[in-house]
């Protein structure tokens, strides 16, 4: 089971990114889906998370600004980021909870870096 997540890059302030993060392997179901974040010299944070059923839920750092989503079809998970802002910029990992091989595991992603800068 593998988490891969992409999306990352450059971008100036004010404007947009959309992270995704697909789940491959023998996965027989995923229930909640999550994105965090750790910026440099602090802790790793939880910026949204959604439901198996699509519902989602935001840090307050965040709120009305980023939209996270999912396509179960194909075991991914979106987080469209719009109006960023210099203190957004972080890596950005995917976690999940799937279920393969037997067992409810917790997985994580390795990473993709958001840059915002002029």
């Known amino acids: 089971v593998q988490l891969q997540a992409s999306g990352g890059g450059l971008v100036q302030p004010g404007g947009s990114l959309r992270l995704s993060c697909a789940a491959s392997g023998s996965i027989l179901s995923i229930n909640f889906m999550r994105w965090y974040r750790e910026a440099p010299g602090k802790q790793r944070e939880l910026v949204a998370s959604i439901t198996s059923s699509g519902r989602p839920n935001y840090s307050d750092s965040v709120k009305g600004r980023f939209t996270i989503s999912r396509d179960n079809a194909r075991n991914t998970v979106y987080l469209q980021m719009n109006s960023l802002k210099a203190e957004d910029t972080a890596v950005y990992y995917c976690?999940?909870?799937?279920?393969?091989?037997?067992?409810?595991?917790?997985?994580w992603g390795q990473g993709t870096l958001v840059t915002v800068s002029s």
């Open positions: 976690n999940a909870d799937l279920y393969a091989e037997s067992r409810w595991s917790n997985y």
